[in-house]
Nanobody, 115 residues
Framework: QVQLVESGGGLVQAGGSLTLSCAAS????????MGWYRQAPGKQRELVAT???????NYADSVKGRFTIFRDNAKNTVYLQMNSLKSEDTAVYYC?????????WGQGTQVTVSS
């Protein structure tokens, strides 16, 4: 079973930056398109950024220009650089494949942006 472990979240002031990491066990990672998702309290999980095996990226309109997704296949890790954070970015962030079938979801990492 592939395990996903997210880290790097925390409390940050509005306008600040964070970089999240997601480490995947197993070699399937390098053959998978990956995505970062987030879930705010009382809301559904949403896909905010994706990166293909060819390093093509795509972003939700709400984060475009502020977030950057990148990957390091040698480390089986996908990252999310988040700049100019807003209070509405507060959520638990998860990584997974960008579409079904999903891997087993990790615990996520909490990002809290104070205004």
């Amino acid at each position: 079973q592939v395990q996903l472990v997210e880290s790097g979240g925390g409390l940050v002031q509005a306008g600040g930056s964070l970089t999240l990491s997601c480490a995947a066990s197993g070699s399937i990672f390098r053959f998978s398109n990956m995505g970062w998702y987030r879930q705010a309290p009382g809301k559904q999980r949403e896909l905010v950024a994706t990166i293909t095996t060819a390093y093509n990226t795509n972003y939700a309109d709400s984060v475009k220009g502020r977030f950057t997704i990148f990957r390091d296949n040698a480390k089986n890790t996908v990252y999310l650089q988040m700049n100019s954070l807003k209070s509405e970015d507060t959520a638990v962030y998860y990584c997974n494949t960008d579409r079904l079938p999903y891997l087993i979801w990790g615990q996520g990492t909490q990002v809290t942006v104070s205004s």
